[in-house]
């Protein structure tokens, strides 16, 4: 079974520009989440999508950032203008609906590092 | 804002000694997972608890989650060079909303 696939894996602009990252989830996996992770911290999550739609987006930056989901399977997360302090992973994973007790296991992608000059 | 503070940040340790790792939060989730991130990768599920005062093991790892379901600790028993690596706990609320401790930072010298 493919995992789940994110690109570009590396991305080095200056600030004030603007860069777009993809994903693609596991086959069936209806929740996508897009994660930030500055080194040194553990993920933070920026939005979560349900199908096509967006369940939580209250940590996502919505000045800068934007998401989004069409046909309920492959990712965009934006960021325009960049800002030096975006310099981090960002992750995406993905997670098939729950079967039986608790929720099913978060499947991530290799992520995306973005240097922010 | 549903926060999980995970102790200690950072823990380097010899091979052979046990240690615990704990996460802590006044908000109760529906269950909690943990997952070991390598660098350049990203994290992976070990294991995930639902039940107050269920504890999982896995090999030398044990998994408890608290009684009121809002704190979790992992223990390693004769911990190993293999187990070097980030330690994340993670909640998960009733809409599958995942929030992730900072990390513990494990080294295992040999």
């Known amino acids: 079974e493919a995992g789940v696939a994110q690109s570009p894996r590396y991305k080095i602009i200056e600030k004030r520009q603007s860069v777009a990252f993809w994903c693609n989830p596991i086959s069936g996996h209806a929740t996508l989440y897009w994660y930030q992770q500055i080194l040194g911290q553990g993920p933070k999550l920026l939005i979560q999508?349900?199908?096509?739609?967006?369940?939580?987006d209250s940590q996502l930056p919505k000045d800068r950032f934007s998401a989004e989901r069409l046909k309920g399977v492959d990712s965009t997360l934006k960021i325009q203008p960049a800002k030096l302090e975006d310099s981090a992973v960002y992750l995406c994973a993905s997670r098939e609906m729950g079967k039986g007790l608790g929720a099913g296991e978060l499947f991530f992608g290799e992520g995306s590092r973005l240097t922010v000059l | 804002t549903q926060l999980l503070e995970q102790s200690p940040q950072f823990l380097s340790i010899q091979e052979g000694e046990n240690l615990t790792v704990y996460c802590n939060s006044s908000s109760v989730f529906s269950s909690l997972q943990w997952y070991r991130q390598e660098p350049g990768e990203g994290p992976v599920l070990l294991v995930t608890v639902v039940t107050g005062g269920e504890v999982k093991k896995l090999k030398r790892l044990t998994f408890q989650f608290g009684d009121a379901r809002k704190d979790s600790s992992l223990h390693i028993t004769a911990a190993q060079t293999g187990d070097t690596g980030l330690y994340l706990c993670?909640?998960?609320?009733?809409?599958?909303?995942?929030?992730f401790g900072a990390g513990t930072r494990l080294f295992v010298k040999a």
């Open positions: 999508f349900q199908n096509n739609g967006v369940v939580d």
């Open positions: 993670a909640g998960v609320t009733g809409g599958f909303k995942t929030i």
